[in-house]
């Protein structure tokens, strides 16, 4: 089945420091793919998306490339700040029929010091 | 525009009792959908509302789970009797179509912990 493989945090850096985090997946046919971020004692927030191959989604300085040839979507910053401090969830969207269910990776947590 | 709600945003039980989680959409969308993370592990789907009707609760973990949407607005899951690995943070999303463009908007959460 379609499945969301994440780097494992904490992931802490210094600010202004470059940020990476790997996501790849495993899937059936064309599916969007996701970044979802959650602020501290807040609820999931979309950052960002690509719905096909090669489409850059980018939001807040955050990018991220759709790579069909590698299955990856990897999340990227050039100069994190401290407000960044969050957990990532990478996520694909499971499109059968008449339903379309998030499929999530593990979550990474940003720890960024100042 | 307010965002989707939960409620409560925390609840402690004790194994065997009954709880009951409340979401409330954004107001419009027909598309509802519950996930939960356990144990900090990754979200998982439970199920989708289509209005009123289960379009899909593949992910329903057990039939100690029972998710209504009374006239197609706010959304109840409800967990009797509850156990020790129910814990965890559920989700609630809403939508309005399923379509690539769009988005699922989440609640904050409700953080539930089975004693």
């Known amino acids: 089945g379609n499945s969301v493989t994440q780097m494992e945090g904490p992931v802490t850096l210094s600010e202004e420091a470059f940020l990476t985090i790997n996501c790849t997946y495993t899937?059936?046919?064309?599916?969007?793919l996701f970044w979802y971020v959650q602020y501290p004692g807040e609820g999931l927030q979309l950052l960002l998306k690509?719905?096909?191959?090669?489409d850059k989604g980018s939001n807040k300085g955050f990018e991220a490339t759709y790579r069909k040839e590698t299955t990856s979507f990897h999340l990227e910053k050039g100069s994190v700040q401290v407000s960044d401090s969050a957990v990532y969830f990478c996520?694909?969207?499971?499109?059968?029929?008449?339903?379309?269910?998030?499929?999530f990776g593990t979550g990474t947590l940003l720890a960024v010091q100042p | 525009e307010a965002g989707v709600t939960q409620f409560p945003s925390h609840s402690v039980i004790e194994k065997g009792q009954t709880v009951t989680l409340r979401c409330d959409p954004i107001s419009g969308h027909d598309n509802l959908y519950w996930y939960r993370r356990v144990m900090g592990k990754e979200i998982k789907f439970l199920l989708h509302?289509?209005?009123?009707?289960?379009?899909?609760e593949s992910g329903m973990p057990n039939n100690r789970f029972l998710a209504e949407r009374t006239g197609g607005t706010y959304s109840t899951l409800k967990v009797q009797p509850a156990e020790l690995e129910d814990s965890g943070v559920y989700f609630c999303?809403?939508?309005?179509?399923?379509?690539?463009?769009?988005?699922?908007?989440f609640g904050p959460g409700t953080r539930l912990t089975v004693l």
């Open positions: 999303a809403s939508s309005q179509g399923i379509g690539t463009g769009d988005t699922q908007y």
């Open positions: 690509a719905t096909k191959a090669d």
């Open positions: 509302f289509v209005k009123e009707s289960k379009q899909d």
């Open positions: 996520a694909l969207s499971d499109r059968r029929g008449a339903t379309n269910k998030l499929i």
């Open positions: 899937a059936t046919g064309y599916p969007s």
